[in-house]
């Protein structure tokens, strides 16, 4: 109702236009006679400038006559005629393409009927070099304007539908379709003008006004809740939503299975789908809801974080196994499990890669070893090179001469693998003496005999060692402080 109003006063401004202007070609004509002779009279000589003072708003008249007998009759056409028969409005386009077909032909039958002594088809001829400069300049212009009549001869979108043009996403409501741009309504109520050109040359979607428009929303729901009962309450929810058609029933279906979530699409058909941003945010809010009456619970991004008890370092060697090996070592047999035990606690194992030196001779020692695992070689050098004297292997022990007797280390001793050895100090052996006084006698014993058995078992050697070891038990007694 609001548009008669305006309608009406144009309508009746038109009528006005045309009273003024006939009245005045009505007039002019009728007193066209007496003005040229009064003109004839008061020129003389300059016969043809009076015919020229005549003409022109003669011109001017009959054009404005013409220019508004074109309206009437694009109005009639278009508004009238045409709406009638196709049910929607006009484009602008080739309202305005008529428009100005019919007024210049109008125009030039009025110019040759008054001025018939000019040849037009020789002033079109002649012009035609301006014709193409003034072609080169339009080229923008008229790249819009034949782009423009492609647009409307090939129809893809009309008054009222929604599209979304180019790599820039204008999306919005077409509102009008001119000679230069397509004019877009977007969905913040910004006009935006997309000239023909660029849009004969982008992708445009478009999302027809009488067509059922699809929409897609996502959400997402934990993984303990049922597929079975989201896809029913979530479809039973949004399909009677306003806006919402009842002509499809909504597809609910898992998108992915989530990180944190089981993802969630739900497709639903638009019947007007200009107002798809605020039917998205209601199909959102019917999901929300409708989970939460059904216990269904929307997923958020979670992380399961699983602790993991920090184990302390496994050491090289546990201290059962020590006292395990050292118990095996015939220079300790004659301890008790308990020296055993605090013997293997005062211990450090070390481990030494093929071919390293453990222990060079001539060097101070304060320690003895017992090879864990692997083997090592006891070599001394004579004349200047290495002989070896002994392999020893696991539960064997050296080093125990500098550590009984304080004397530099006698010989070199090297890994012939990868040896572990547990070496025993001087404080954790005086601790032993100290609670344990048979235990030096009974160590430089098993010395004393051990040295014997490598002396290749000679019953001398044997029997110097036994002398032996009653001076190695006083020097034992001696380094170490012992009664
Ligand atoms: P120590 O003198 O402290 O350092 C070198 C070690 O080599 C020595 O103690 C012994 O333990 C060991 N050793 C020396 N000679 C022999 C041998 N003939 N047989 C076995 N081991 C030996």
């Not at 005629?81 to 210049?104: D, H, K, M, W």
């Not at 067509?211 to 929303?217: E, T």
């Not at 695992?373 to 050296?398: C, I, K, M, Y």
Request: contains cysteine; neutral net charge; charged residues 20%.
């Amino acid at each position: 109702m609001a548009a008669v109003g305006p309608k009406r006063n144009r309508i009746l401004a038109f009528i006005f236009a045309t009273l003024v202007v006939a009245l005045a070609l009505y007039f002019f004509l009728y007193f066209e006679q007496d003005l040229r002779n009064y003109l004839a009279s008061r020129m003389g000589s300059r016969a043809r400038a009076e015919d020229s003072l005549i003409n022109i708003p003669k011109l001017i008249l009959f054009s404005l006559l013409a220019f508004l007998a074109v309206r009437a009759l694009s109005t009639i056409i278009f508004d009238f005629v045409f709406q009638l028969r196709r049910g929607y409005e006009a484009p602008t386009l080739v309202r305005n393409i008529f428009s100005l077909v019919a007024f210049t032909i109008l125009f030039l039958l009025i110019f040759n009927r008054i001025y018939t002594e000019v040849n037009l088809g020789a002033l079109f001829t002649t012009s035609a070099i301006f014709g193409v400069i003034i072609g080169l300049a339009l080229q923008d212009t008229l790249g819009n304007f034949f782009s423009g009549i492609s647009l409307h001869a090939d129809r893809p979108f009309q008054v009222g539908d929604v599209i979304v043009v180019g790599q820039q996403k204008h999306t919005g409501v077409v509102e009008g379709i001119t000679w230069r741009a397509i004019k877009i309504r977007t969905f913040q109520n910004h006009v935006v003008l997309v000239s023909n050109s660029n849009a004969a040359k982008e992708a445009i979607e478009v999302c027809p006004r009488d067509n059922l428009n699809a929409r897609i929303v996502f959400f997402g729901t934990l993984y303990t809740d049922s597929p079975a009962k989201t896809i029913h309450v979530v479809r039973e929810a949004v399909r009677d939503a306003d806006n919402v058609s009842p002509k499809i029933t909504p597809i609910v279906r898992i998108r992915n299975l989530g990180e944190s979530s089981i993802d969630w699409e739900i497709k639903y058909w638009l019947e007007d789908y200009a107002k798809y941003n605020d039917t998205d945010a209601l199909v959102r809010q019917r999901i929300w809801y409708a989970l939460r009456r059904s216990g269904l619970t929307f997923a958020y991004p979670t992380r399961t974080i699983q602790l993991e008890r920090k184990v302390a370092p496994k050491p090289v060697t546990a201290d059962e196994q020590i006292a395990d090996r050292l118990s095996a070592v015939d220079i300790f047999s004659p301890l008790s499990t308990e020296e055993l035990q605090k013997l293997a606690a005062a211990t450090v194992g070390h481990v030494f890669a093929p071919g390293e030196t453990l222990i060079r001779a001539g060097d101070e020692g304060s320690s003895m070893f017992v090879v864990h695992n692997g083997r090592v070689q006891v070599q001394v050098t004579e004349n200047g090179r290495p002989r070896p004297v002994a392999v020893l292997s696991e539960g064997d022990f050296f080093g125990e001469m500098a550590l009984f007797t304080g004397e530099p280390r006698t010989a070199n001793v090297l890994a012939l693998e990868e040896t572990e050895v547990l070496e025993i100090g001087h404080v954790a052996m005086k601790h032993l003496f100290e609670t344990n006084p048979d235990l030096a006698e009974s160590i430089s014993w098993t010395i004393a005999e051990r040295r014997a058995s490598l002396a290749a078992g000679s019953q001398q050697l044997a029997q110097a060692s036994i002398e032996e070891s009653a001076g190695l038990l006083s020097s034992i007694k001696r380094f170490f402080g012992l009664r």
